[in-house]
C-alpha cells in the first residue's frame, strides 16, 4: 500500500473476520422502571422512585418522565457491578447499591439482558 494511498486494501470474504457481539453497539431498550435504595440496616421506609430509563450505549439514562428533554441521572454501567435478586437488577455502587424494577414484569428478563450486555459493551470500550 502506497504512503499516500488511502484506500484499503482488498479483503477476501473467506478470510475476513467478523466482529464480536460485544463490540457490535447493542440494541436500545427504553421504558418505566422503579427504582428502590437498599439500605444495609433495616429501615422503615424504602423510597421508590418511577423513572422513564433509556439503555444506550452502555449508559442508563434515568428521566423524570417521558416528556424529559435532560436525564436526571446516567449510570456507566462499567463501573457498577449487576446482580439479581427477587425479580429485581441490583446495580451495586462503592458506596451504596439500588434496585431496578422494570413497571412491566414481562420484560425482566428482557431488561436483565440488556443490561449485562451493555455493560461488557462498555467495558470494552473503555479499555
Known sequence: MDKYNRTPPKMDLETAVAPSPIEIEPPDIEG??????KKKKPQRRHRTRKYHAILTKGYLQLFT?????????QIDLSKVIISEENGAIVLGFRVESHALV???TKNFEKWKDAVLLHQQYRRVRTR
Not at 65 to 73: D, G, S
Open 32 to 37: 418505566e422502571v422503579l427504582l428502590t435504595l
Open 65 to 73: 418522565n417521558r416528556q424529559a428533554t435532560t436525564h436526571r441521572y
Open 102 to 104: 422494570p413497571e412491566d
